[in-house]
Structure formats: structure tokens, C-alpha cells
């Protein structure tokens, strides 16, 4: 699991001040988790993000953006309630979930959205 600033966020997944139009630039599909540290759900979140980093490694990527410190990251996805967790595949487009999910939910995203076993 890693956690990205504006900058490592541009160049792992999406330059949103260069591209108006959806250019995924990772390698892997990813999860991006939007949180912040006082955010009770987010905390809920973590860990299974944590779990999932490690059961779907080299398959995926998961990320997590602060969005107190990350407001322009956040600003540019419309993150208005967190947790928000951003699953994005190698093609296609991605989709946003709002809300803390139980295991099952990351997992089935993972499975239909982001194609990956």
C-alpha cells in the first residue's frame, strides 16, 4: 500500500492538470482509497485495504490519498464524503464507491471491475 501526493498521484495513475480526457498511466489496475486521518469509516476501511494490498500483490496497486493534505487531487475527482475508493482497471473507465464496504464488496469490485483473480 502506498500513499500518494499530488505528484506520485500524476504519475501513477492520472495527470489531471495535462489531460481533460481519462488516461490511466499505471501498469497495474489500482484502488485508490480517498481518507482522512479523523474519519471513523476510513479507519474501518484500512485495514481490509491493507489485507487486499497484500492477497492481490502484483496483480494490483492499492493507494491511499489524504485528502486533508491532497485537497487538489481530491478536488479533481469530486471527492465531497470519504471514505471514497476509486477502482480503476487497466482499460476502461473508472468507477467510484462511497462509503465504507465490507471485504466481500472490495473483493467483487475486483473481481468485475478491475478483471483481476
Known sequence: MEFLTSGTFKEKVFDFE???????AGELPCIIDFYADWCGPCKMVSPIL????????????????????????????GIQSIPSILFIPKEG?????????????????IQTVLKVE
Not at 18 to 24: H, L, Q, R
Request: a negative charge.
Open 18 to 24: 495535462k489531460n481533460s480526457e481519462w488516461k490511466f
Open 50 to 77: 491493507e489485507e487486499l494490498s497484500n492477497d492481490y500483490k502484483g496483480k494490483l496497486n492499492v493507494y491511499k490519498v489524504n485528502t486533508d493534505e491532497e485537497q487538489e487531487v481530491a478536488g479533481a475527482f
Open 93 to 109: 473507465q473508472p468507477q467510484m464507491a462511497v462509503g465504507a464496504m465490507p471485504k466481500e464488496g472490495f473483493v467483487k469490485a
